[in-house]
């Protein structure tokens, strides 16, 4: 099974978006048909934002590489979820926080990015997670090793 791993990640992408899109609540879309009918009734589009480092030191992990997998799963999708067309969309971060979250504001203030993937820096992770929260967004880190992300504090 080719970009099988490619595959979940397109789907389960687009299954967030259209749970958190909606504000459906999780049995309401426990199926893709539900998700897609869902996302539907909230955006014509679905967009996926890579936000990745292009040439520094996670380049290789991540990278162009992240955004041509992003990309191919897309197209194994057929280019749409249901009758919802996916769009991808990439930008270096620079391993900088600031210029991270200043992407991803771009993204789902004025691009419409309904969900940020890759994110393999654990500083620009945080700071990108925190604004998706607030922007009631979904991120998905690929690769960072932060104790903040991975334990409850309470």
């Given at each position: 099974?080719k970009?099988s791993?490619?595959?979940?990640?397109a789907?389960?992408?687009?299954?967030?978006?259209?749970?958190?899109?909606s504000g459906?609540k999780k049995e309401?879309?426990a199926?893709?048909?539900?998700?897609?009918t869902?996302?539907?009734?909230?955006s014509?589009?679905?967009r996926?934002g890579?936000?990745t480092?292009?040439?520094?030191?996670y380049?290789?992990?991540?990278?162009?590489g992240s955004?041509e997998?992003?990309k191919?799963a897309v197209?194994?999708l057929?280019?749409?979820?249901?009758d919802i067309?996916?769009?991808?969309?990439?930008?270096?971060?620079q391993?900088?926080p600031d210029?991270?979250?200043?992407?991803?504001?771009?993204w789902?203030?004025?691009d419409g990015v309904?969900?940020?993937?890759?994110?393999p820096?654990?500083?620009?992770?945080?700071?990108?997670?925190?604004?998706?929260?607030t922007?009631?967004?979904?991120s998905?880190?690929?690769?960072?090793?932060s104790?903040?992300?991975t334990?409850?504090v309470r």
């Amino acid at each position: 099974m080719k970009r099988s791993l490619g595959k979940v990640l397109a789907v389960a992408a687009a299954v967030a978006v259209a749970m958190g899109a909606s504000g459906c609540k999780k049995e309401e879309a426990a199926t893709p048909a539900a998700a897609t009918t869902a996302a539907a009734k909230a955006s014509k589009v679905i967009r996926i934002g890579v936000l990745t480092d292009m040439s520094g030191l996670y380049a290789d992990l991540a990278g162009p590489g992240s955004v041509e997998a992003a990309k191919m799963a897309v197209e194994d999708l057929g280019g749409k979820l249901g009758d919802i067309p996916i769009e991808v969309l990439s930008a270096d971060h620079q391993n900088k926080p600031d210029i991270g979250s200043n992407i991803a504001r771009q993204w789902m203030d004025v691009d419409g990015v309904d969900v940020i993937v890759d994110v393999p820096t654990s500083s620009v992770a945080l700071a990108v997670s925190e604004l998706a929260k607030t922007e009631a967004r979904t991120s998905c880190a690929s690769a960072e090793r932060s104790s903040r992300r991975t334990t409850s504090v309470r």
